[in-house]
């Protein structure tokens, strides 16, 4: 039996849901309690790990959970491990053996902790995963696992950081410091991460474009981190990133770019695009969505999906993801604290969280604020909106994540989103 589960998140409210939605949208899918009092870390997300098992951090906690279906298809509560909060990035080493929790500034307006965690999934087989906690550098961690090592990168100054998955383990207790190998060269202000297990690139979204990174391993064993081409995010002038989205097999890198992000309470004329990045070509396409809010991607086989809020109406926007030709535009109920002009947009004001199934032609939109959940057909324009009722009002979005157990590894963005 197979399963698969749309992930639903109240962080404010401290619940985490879930629908089992093994058959399509038009069903009656009823949502599920999974945790009770856990408060997702919204900046880092949901990890989908190579063996289906799924991980987020508890940030009040200050745990990596681990998910994993029951013989139902139920979503329960497998492993427990202690790491180190406030959790910002999550990700997974290709192979599927190690997980890697960077820290940001929580509640805090400046760099607090130095601390990462690096976790060993399968310490001895299959026993309960080991948690390994170092220091690097105070500030905002963006990470990426490879199969030997772990990519960090850092904020103002900026700086790309790898650090061998030995010179964690072998470090010892009490949170001991970790050097790797660094390179500066890099924006400063980079923000967004991603890792292609096929070529061992890492690369990180900077107010400079598409910046990206591989090591080589001399014959003494000294590593060396090398600088790839820059890649111009190729939209209107002061666009840029901040996250990135990765599908290894389909070979395609993902993003949306904003301009006008200076101006935060004129938000609502923040113009935006969507970007591809051919991961074997190096080709670029990019598309307008229009003035708005807009945050992250979501991807389903074939599409591209991004949510606009803006005073004259939201939407849910669905490129092809092949050229990024639009599919369509679907028509989203408004919400009552929606984001107001003149207002920063995360000033007292709910938002939307988006994700796709990663099988089918379906996405799942949030109303922040309403407890609903819009599933959508976007296999072609004019499909009609499911709307599923959670008992918590999913203030700020919520966030969603969408897993199924007949994705085949090589799938996975090994980035937790």
């Given at each position: 039996?197979?399963?698969?589960?749309?992930?639903?998140?109240?962080?404010?409210?401290?619940?985490?849901?879930?629908?089992?939605?093994?058959?399509?949208t038009?069903?009656?899918?009823?949502?599920?309690?999974?945790?009770?009092?856990?408060?997702?870390?919204?900046?880092a997300?949901?990890l989908?790990?190579?063996?289906?098992?799924?991980?987020?951090?508890?940030?009040?906690?200050?745990e990596?959970?681990i998910?994993?279906?029951?013989?139902?298809g139920?979503?329960?509560?497998?492993?427990?491990?202690?790491?180190a909060?406030?959790?910002e990035?999550?990700?997974?080493?290709?192979?599927?053996?190690?997980?890697?929790?960077?820290?940001g500034?929580?509640?805090?307006f400046?760099?607090?902790?130095?601390?990462?965690?690096l976790?060993?999934?399968?310490?001895?087989?299959?026993?309960?995963?080991r948690?390994?906690?170092?220091?690097?550098?105070?500030?905002?961690?963006?990470?990426?696992?490879?199969?030997?090592?772990?990519?960090?990168?850092?904020?103002?100054?900026?700086?790309?950081?790898?650090i061998?998955?030995?010179?964690?383990?072998?470090?010892g207790?009490?949170?001991?410091?970790?050097?790797?190998v660094?390179?500066?060269h890099v924006g400063?202000?980079?923000?967004g991460?991603?890792f292609?297990?096929?070529?061992?690139?890492?690369?990180?979204?900077?107010?400079?474009?598409?910046?990206?990174?591989?090591?080589?391993?001399?014959?003494?064993?000294?590593?060396?981190i090398?600088p790839?081409?820059?890649i111009?995010?190729a939209?209107?002038?002061g666009?840029r990133?901040?996250?990135?989205?990765?599908?290894?097999a389909?070979?395609?890198?993902?993003?949306?770019?904003r301009?006008?992000?200076?101006?935060?309470?004129?938000?609502?004329?923040?113009?935006?695009?969507?970007?591809?990045?051919?991961?074997?070509?190096?080709?670029?396409?990019?598309?307008?969505?229009?003035?708005?809010?807009?945050?992250?991607?979501?991807?389903?086989?074939?599409?591209?999906?991004?949510t606009?809020?803006?005073?004259?109406?939201?939407?849910?926007?669905?490129?092809?993801?092949?050229?990024?030709?639009?599919r369509?535009?679907?028509?989203?109920?408004?919400?009552?604290?929606?984001?107001r002009?003149?207002?920063?947009?995360?000033?007292d004001?709910?938002?939307?969280?988006?994700?796709?199934?990663?099988?089918?032609e379906?996405?799942?939109?949030?109303?922040?604020?309403?407890?609903q959940?819009?599933?959508?057909?976007?296999?072609?324009?004019?499909?009609?909106l499911?709307?599923?009722?959670?008992?918590?009002?999913?203030?700020?979005?919520?966030h969603?994540g969408?897993?199924?157990?007949?994705?085949?590894t090589r799938?996975?963005?090994?980035v937790?989103?």
């Open positions: 039996m197979y399963s698969t589960s749309l992930l639903v998140a109240d962080q404010r409210h401290h619940a985490l849901f879930a629908l089992n939605t093994a058959e399509p038009r069903g009656e899918p009823a949502p599920y309690v999974v945790a009770e009092d856990s408060v997702l870390a919204e900046h997300g949901m989908q790990l190579p063996d289906h098992r799924i991980a987020y951090l508890d940030d009040a906690a200050g990596l959970r998910l994993t279906h029951d013989g139902s139920r979503l329960h509560l497998k492993h427990r491990v202690s790491v909060i406030p959790g990035h999550l990700a997974v080493s290709p192979d599927g053996a190690w997980v890697g929790v960077g820290t500034f929580g509640a805090e400046s760099a607090t902790t130095d601390q990462i965690t976790v060993h999934l399968y310490p001895g087989g299959h026993d309960a995963p948690g390994y906690r170092v220091r690097t550098r105070p500030g905002e961690h963006g990470i990426a696992l490879s199969t030997e090592g772990l990519w960090l990168r850092h904020r103002e100054p900026g700086a790309v950081q790898y061998p998955f030995t010179e964690i383990t072998q470090a207790p009490h949170v001991p410091q970790v050097h790797g660094t390179s500066t400063n202000a980079a923000h991460e991603a292609d297990p096929h070529t061992e690139t890492f690369y990180t979204a900077t107010e400079n474009g598409l910046e990206s990174f591989r090591v080589r391993t001399a014959e003494d064993g000294a590593v060396e090398l790839q081409p820059k111009d995010w939209a209107g002038e666009a990133a901040f996250f990135l989205r990765c599908r290894p389909h070979r395609q890198l993902a993003t949306t770019l301009a006008g992000g200076e101006n935060p309470r004129q938000w609502h004329e923040w113009p935006n695009w969507v970007f591809t990045y051919d991961l074997d070509t190096g080709h670029v396409t990019t598309a307008d969505v229009g003035p708005g809010l807009v945050f992250r991607c979501a991807q389903t086989p074939t599409a591209l999906a991004v606009r809020v803006h005073p004259d109406g939201d939407e849910l926007v669905v490129f092809n993801s092949s050229d990024l030709s639009l369509g535009r679907w028509a989203l109920p408004g919400m009552d604290r929606a984001p002009p003149g207002h920063e947009p995360w000033d004001a709910d938002r939307r969280a988006i994700a796709a199934h990663p099988n089918r379906e996405v799942a939109v949030s109303r922040g604020g309403h407890g959940v819009h599933l959508v057909d976007v296999s072609r324009p004019g499909t009609e499911k709307t599923v009722q959670f008992p918590s009002p999913l203030r700020d979005g919520g969603l969408w897993f199924d157990d007949r994705s085949p799938e996975f963005d090994t937790g989103r």
